[in-house]
């Protein structure tokens, strides 16, 4: 059985699930109040064919740099974003990448920032900058990701791409794998702890149970 059948049982991955508004509350570990979510019953986001795709082509699979797949983001936004927004969509497409295929998209870690996820090696780039576009990014490839890697960008984008940074960072800050992550820590005391890729796909998978 491979890493994506392996999830079949709890999580239906041929379909990315609409996630609710059910109620709004204060995170312990934020001073943003938040927004907690469970999961309905549509089935809109990812075409159930185009994920049960060549099975044994994502086996081959190797996971691409975060550059190469902000590269692909940026360039299915067609806009500028600003860089707080930039790495919260590239922490739930690794999220959900760790869900629908058992693997990360990119190879680089993400660490618990207070102010939600952030690629530490992203943030060396393009440091000092507030918003970013597709032509600001000088460095990675898009033509890197394969069909099914770029499947889960655009799926992601499908369901967050329209929320604001803060609406973002309001959402990460509700979820475990942030929180737990900034355990011990003040809200906005500075922290570096790697969000694990084991803590994203326990934690997404469960959101279907």
Known sequence: MNAKDSWSGSYDRNGFKDIKTINTIDSPNSNISTSQWTVGDSNQYRDSNELSMKASDNQEENPVSVFDAAAYLLKCLSHSVSTMKLHKLLYYCQAWSMVWDGKPLFKDKIEAWANGPVVRTLF?????????????????????????????V?????FYGDMSATALINQTHFEQPWRNARRGLLPDEVGDSEISLESMQNYYSSLSK
């Open 124 to 152: 060396n780039f393009h440091r000092g900058m507030y918003e970013i576009s597709y032509f600001k990014l000088t460095i990675g490839d898009e033509r890197n990701l394969s069909a099914n890697q770029k499947e889960t």
């Open 154 to 158: 655009d799926s992601v984008l499908k």
